[in-house]
């Protein structure tokens, strides 16, 4: 069953200017991951924080985590046309021990030139 | 190179014609896992392996079935495809446990089946 969900489902920007789409989840957490794909292409892997964490930064990427809202955050600062793409939030469930990965339906970003 | 290979990369087929589509991982993971990718949908976890001959249902498994005789192998078989099985397939593997289940994708089968 889908754990997270993102907001938007689509975002247009400028490049330049920065990205910021959110994720919300269901159930207590180990930690959450975010993946970026590019069209048809496999998932790449680009964070992941911890439930015990707040913030953290990879690059021109940062991510937050408020477990009490439980919500996270993606920040893409002065985007990129190489930034077109679908970015998933994915939680791995504290509860379960298979650290199981629960995807959302994604954000498509589109960069412009 | 780090990878995790998927074959084939598009397939046609036709109701009922049984087919296999392979993942292979050369990093030694214990952990790998079949998805499947709908449009609105994301992407659901079909199967799992934790190891070699641990194999446990994800979300959507109807349909599927899967096989891990060897660490670094984990075939998807449809035994009798129908068309609402047409998707885009991804293999992934990971560490498993304290690393967070980082998990490293295939480049994905798209399956059409009329």
Request: aromatic fraction near 8%; glycine fraction near 8%.
């Amino acid at each position: 069953s889908q754990q997270g969900e993102e907001d938007p489902q689509a975002l247009s920007i400028q490049e330049g200017e920065n990205a910021t789409m959110n994720c919300s989840y269901k159930t207590s957490i180990n930690n959450l991951q975010w993946y970026r794909q590019n069209s048809g292409r496999g998932l790449v892997h680009l964070i992941l924080i911890r439930s015990n964490e707040r913030e953290k930064h990879s690059g021109r990427l940062r991510v937050t985590l408020d477990t009490s809202k439980k919500s996270s955050s993606l920040l893409i600062t002065a985007s990129r046309a190489a930034d077109t793409a679908s970015y998933f939030c994915a939680t791995v469930n504290r509860v379960s021990n298979d650290y199981k990965l629960s995807f959302g339906a994604g954000t498509t970003v589109t960069v412009r030139a | 190179e780090a990878q995790v290979t998927q074959n084939p990369r598009y397939l046609i087929t036709v109701t009922g014609k049984k087919l296999t589509v392979t993942c292979s991982q050369n990093m030694n993971h214990e952990y790998m896992s079949w998805y499947r990718q709908d449009p609105g949908l994301g992407l659901r976890q079909i199967y799992y392996s934790m190891n070699v001959e641990v194999t446990d249902k994800g979300d959507v498994p109807e349909g599927y079935k899967v096989s891990r005789k060897e660490k670094r192998n984990f075939p998807l078989i449809l035994e009798s495809p129908s068309p609402n099985q047409t998707s885009l397939y991804f293999c992934a593997s990971s560490l498993w446990g304290t690393g967070g289940n980082i998990q490293y994708f295939g480049a994905g089968t798209r399956l059409s089946v009329l």
